[in-house]
């Protein structure tokens, strides 16, 4: 397909861009690598009337530690250079790891970690030529009532694929969204919907322009499954961090992606390792739990059964991983 005409800016400074977006009221796009919006823009999934380029606003593109060590990094920052960055490789590696892991370089070279977190959620029906969309009625998610998945959903169930969102989760990182006149803080964990239309908090004239990242200290790992790991999105992906001492499991987190529509914090799950530790049958017990505590599992391409094994497969890696196995 081809783009409908739209119009292009590029505003100088973020206070521009930010009054141009709330000018536009609803009718702009946010343009910073464009390997997303721009791939979906192709496929008349949306039709904006104006782009805004953000991405070469120094303010958006720095990386930054605080005298407290936490990391601030700019939404505009390009993967592969987060990728390269020392503080990054030096005190992060398995935010490392991850960004290393998101598609293949040609998309890192482009791709911004704030596109990344702000990934459109994906769908077997929606994510298809126009042409063949027109072949059926409209779901949620193209301006109908329906969804093609779940016909008795009423609500979009479009999966959140983003893997870096998993990791940052775990390392409780929290992100800023700018608008005119004001800014405010978002811990990631609460960023997203559990929606598959309008998945975040992010309100038409807000952007994202920073990353926030405490310093961390826990274990950490991220694992994803993919047919073609560095090429498709995956069908399942988990991350999560282990404070332990000695023999004792003082705090817990996971957080599997690509399942459902928001990345899923396995609270209950985790509750199961801290108060039985990392044995091998709290492992398994764990990992039976989590396949209830994820829910609903209906979407992209592979089977329920297929899923279910895959999130039990996902949390005993993960832990096992973390035990130091």
């Known amino acids: ?39 979906n823009m192709k496929m008349g999934l949306f039709q904006p009337e104006t782009l805004i380029n953000i991405k070469s606003l120094p303010e958006l593109t ?26 990054i490789a030096e005190r992060y590696p398995a935010l490392n790891k ?40 409209p779901c949620f998610k193209t301006d109908g009532d329906i969804c093609h ?18 990791i940052l989760m775990v390392m409780d990182a929290h992100v800023t969204a700018a608008k005119v006149g004001t800014t405010r803080d978002i811990p990631l964990v609460d960023f997203y919907r559990d929606d598959g239309m309008d ?35 995956s069908l399942g992906a988990i991350a999560a961090g282990v404070t332990q001492s000695g023999d004792k499991v003082s705090a817990v987190k996971l957080v599997i992606g690509s399942l459902i529509t928001q990345p899923l914090m396995l609270k209950n799950t985790a509750k ?4 039985g530790g990392l044995g091998d049958d709290v492992i398994k017990s764990a990992a039976e739990h989590a396949v209830e505590e994820a829910g609903l599992l209906t979407n992209l391409y592979s089977l329920v059964a297929y899923k279910r094994e895959l999130i039990k497969a996902l949390v005993k890696r993960a832990l096992t991983e973390l035990r130091g196995d």
């Open 1 to 39: 397909m081809q783009f409908s005409d739209f119009a292009y800016v590029k505003p100088a400074t973020l206070e521009e861009g930010l009054k141009l977006l709330q000018k536009s009221k609803g009718t702009a796009q946010i343009l910073a690598g464009g390997t997303d919006v721009l791939f």
């Open 149 to 166: 998945v779940i016909k008795s959903s009423p609500d979009c169930v479009a999966i959140n694929s983003s893997d870096s969102a998993l």
């Open 199 to 233: 998945h975040t908090v992010l309100a038409p004239d807000e952007i994202l322009t920073m990353i926030t990242v405490p310093p961390c200290s826990d274990r950490l790992m991220f694992s994803k499954i993919a047919p073609r790991e560095g090429l498709d999105f």
């Open 272 to 275: 199961i390792i801290l108060d």
């Open 62 to 87: 720095n990386v930054e530690e605080q005298p407290d060590g936490t990391l601030r990094i700019g939404a505009c920052c390009r993967l592969t250079d987060l990728i390269g960055h020392p503080l």
């Open 98 to 137: 991850t960004i290393r892991g998101v598609a293949s370089w040609h998309v890192r070279n482009m791709a911004t970690i704030g596109g990344s977190l702000c990934l459109d959620t994906r769908c077997w029906y929606t994510n298809q030529s126009k042409e063949w969309r027109d072949a059926r009625e």
